[in-house]
């Protein structure tokens, strides 16, 4: 093992993760961590998660960082106000020093120097919804450093809109977009495809609607029905049918081209970029760098060891300001499992798996570590090699989950497909995101 990867390169996560639970409205299909109803609880989780920001013991400084939800623009302006003030005293923003012509060495808190992101400004990002989203609140984030708004657009097509329960409407979109251009933050639109009712000709207006507001950057996800949600219910009862998997297969290559036709960067499984506009905390997570992570069900991942909050909003604000820990699970990696996993996260990457990276990063050859199970891929078609990188095919991309599930049978012969971390899964290719 390379000592000095274990002893710098973990020990400094690059990125951290603020989860802010609270909606209006709990969409059909949402599984993650949401809090509807419950906004008497606002102030005491602000106090809750400044409370586990301290626990850091003095400021870290970062290279990005991501609100997620929920809907972190739910909450008050004041109230954003009092979170974005906490995040500043605990997690100062760092220019992490590197440009795109520069050929040195790269700062070695990095875990896979060659994942580095063209933009080296700092990267401040958090989800919305086009109904949460106003004019003061874009100004207190854009005077707090905020860089990025991902806006959780969905579609915009009112029949859409309501199979998925989403209560904003399209007319809403054109002024959270507004706000924030105006205040010269990177705009990125989430759109869900194959909800019911849609079809090939919808998903391409859809697509078509959102490239005339000439965002920066796109995510496209597949809908799931997610065990126990409302949606899933009304799939198992008949009241909505699912869009055919070969209609989301053709839902899914149509996004590859239109977007990449329209001078999008296809740079991760679901995500769709301007040169120069990549999501750089995303590609944080694809690396396989450390992170922190904080508030309900949030997760982080320092010094190898990955933990995850309760998922209960309630349970996290009575523990967190008692003095005890929100953490419910932890799980020390081994090396094999960190390389599995790094295996799991890197393959979602359009770029792959570098081999010489690969083993700096992990101590493993990348070859030896998988064995007959990327043979098999590679003669499948579901991975391509240069003799570099190892990378999903065109074929391979549509079957992204799939293909890691099966290099994940390698770790010693098991069936493990559960080692991408959670904050990753929340990213995959069925699972939407941006203002929940």
Same mark, same amino acid.
């Given at each position: 093992?390379?000592?000095?990867?274990?002893?710098?390169?973990?020990?400094?996560?690059?990125?951290?993760?603020?989860?802010?639970?609270?909606?209006?409205?709990?969409?059909?299909?949402?599984?993650?961590?949401?809090?509807?109803?419950?906004?008497?609880?606002?102030?005491?989780?602000?106090?809750?998660?400044?409370?586990?920001?301290?626990?850091?013991?003095?400021?870290?400084?970062?290279?990005?960082?991501? =609100? $997620?939800?929920?809907?972190?623009?739910?909450? #008050?302006?004041?109230? &954003? !106000? %009092?979170?974005? +003030? /906490?995040?500043?005293?605990?997690?100062?923003?760092?220019?992490?020093?590197?440009?795109?012509?520069?050929?040195?060495?790269?700062?070695?808190?990095?875990?896979?120097?060659?994942?580095?992101?063209?933009?080296?400004?700092?990267?401040?990002?958090?989800?919305?919804?086009?109904?949460?989203?106003?004019?003061?609140?874009?100004?207190?984030?854009?005077?707090?450093?905020?860089?990025?708004?991902? =806006? $959780?657009?969905?579609?915009?097509?009112?029949? #859409?809109?309501?199979? &998925? !329960? %989403?209560?904003? +409407? /399209?007319?809403?979109?054109?002024?959270?977009?507004?706000?924030?251009?105006?205040?010269?933050?990177?705009?990125?639109?989430?759109?869900?495809?194959?909800?019911?009712?849609?079809?090939?000709?919808?998903?391409?207006?859809?697509?078509?609607?959102?490239?005339?507001?000439?965002?920066?950057?796109?995510?496209?996800?597949?809908?799931?029905?997610?065990?126990?949600?409302?949606?899933?219910?009304?799939?198992?009862?008949?009241?909505?049918?699912?869009? #055919?998997?070969?209609?989301?297969?053709?839902?899914?290559?149509?996004?590859?081209?239109?977007?990449?036709?329209?001078?999008?960067?296809?740079?991760?499984?679901?995500?769709?970029?301007?040169?120069?506009?990549?999501?750089?905390?995303?590609?944080?997570?694809?690396?396989?760098?450390?992170?922190?992570?904080?508030?309900?069900?949030?997760?982080?991942?320092?010094?190898?060891?990955?933990?995850?909050?309760?998922?209960?909003?309630?349970?996290?604000?009575?523990?967190?300001?008692?003095?005890?820990?929100?953490?419910?699970?932890?799980?020390?990696?081994?090396?094999?499992?960190?390389?599995?996993?790094?295996?799991?996260?890197?393959?979602?990457?359009?770029?792959?798996?570098?081999?010489?990276?690969?083993?700096?990063?992990?101590?493993?050859?990348?070859?030896?570590?998988?064995?007959?199970?990327?043979?098999?891929?590679?003669?499948?078609?579901?991975?391509?090699?240069?003799?570099?990188?190892?990378?999903?095919?065109?074929?391979?991309?549509?079957?992204?989950?799939?293909?890691?599930?099966?290099?994940?049978?390698?770790?010693?012969?098991?069936?493990?497909?559960?080692?991408?971390?959670?904050?990753?899964?929340?990213?995959?290719?069925?699972?939407?995101?941006?203002?929940?």
């Amino acid at each position: 093992m390379n000592a000095k990867l274990e002893t710098v390169s973990w020990l400094n996560p690059p990125a951290a993760y603020l989860h802010v639970p609270f909606c209006a409205h709990h969409c059909g299909y949402c599984d993650f961590a949401v809090t509807a109803g419950s906004d008497h609880l606002i102030d005491h989780y602000l106090d809750a998660i400044a409370t586990e920001l301290a626990t850091l013991g003095a400021p870290r400084l970062v290279e990005t960082i991501f =609100i $997620g939800g929920g809907t972190p623009t739910y909450p #008050s302006v004041q109230q &954003l !106000d %009092r979170l974005l +003030t /906490a995040v500043n005293r605990w997690l100062p923003l760092q220019d992490s020093g590197f440009r795109i012509r520069d050929s040195g060495a790269r700062n070695p808190s990095f875990l896979n120097p060659g994942s580095r992101i063209p933009n080296p400004a700092p990267e401040f990002s958090i989800e919305s919804t086009p109904d949460s989203l106003t004019d003061e609140k874009a100004a207190i984030f854009a005077a707090h450093g905020g860089t990025r708004v991902s =806006i $959780g657009v969905q579609s915009f097509r009112p029949e #859409s809109l309501a199979a &998925l !329960d %989403r209560r904003h +409407t /399209a007319s809403q979109i054109p002024l959270a977009v507004e706000a924030v251009r105006k205040h010269g933050l990177h705009l990125s639109l989430d759109l869900i495809f194959a909800a019911p009712g849609s079809t090939l000709a919808t998903w391409a207006a859809d697509l078509d609607a959102a490239i005339a507001f000439a965002p920066d950057h796109i995510s496209t996800y597949g809908l799931t029905y997610e065990k126990g949600t409302p949606l899933w219910k009304q799939r198992r009862t008949g009241l909505v049918t699912a869009v #055919s998997e070969d209609d989301e297969l053709a839902m899914y290559e149509l996004a590859i081209d239109r977007l990449s036709a329209a001078g999008f960067e296809h740079y991760e499984v679901s995500n769709f970029a301007r040169p120069g506009f990549r999501t750089r905390h995303n590609e944080h997570y694809w690396a396989n760098n450390a992170y922190y992570g904080f508030g309900v069900g949030a997760a982080r991942y320092v010094q190898g060891v990955r933990e995850l909050n309760t998922r209960d909003t309630k349970a996290y604000i009575r523990k967190v300001l008692s003095g005890e820990s929100p953490t419910f699970q932890t799980e020390q990696l081994e090396p094999r499992d960190r390389a599995f996993e790094t295996v799991g996260t890197q393959l979602r990457r359009r770029s792959g798996i570098n081999r010489s990276q690969f083993h700096e990063q992990t101590g493993f050859q990348l070859d030896a570590l998988l064995g007959n199970h990327l043979t098999q891929l590679l003669s499948l078609g579901l991975l391509g090699d240069d003799g570099q990188s190892v990378c999903l095919t065109p074929r391979g991309l549509v079957v992204a989950d799939g293909v890691i599930e099966e290099l994940m049978k390698a770790n010693d012969g098991s069936t493990k497909g559960n080692l991408v971390p959670p904050v990753v899964r929340q990213f995959s290719f069925d699972t939407p995101r941006g203002g929940e």
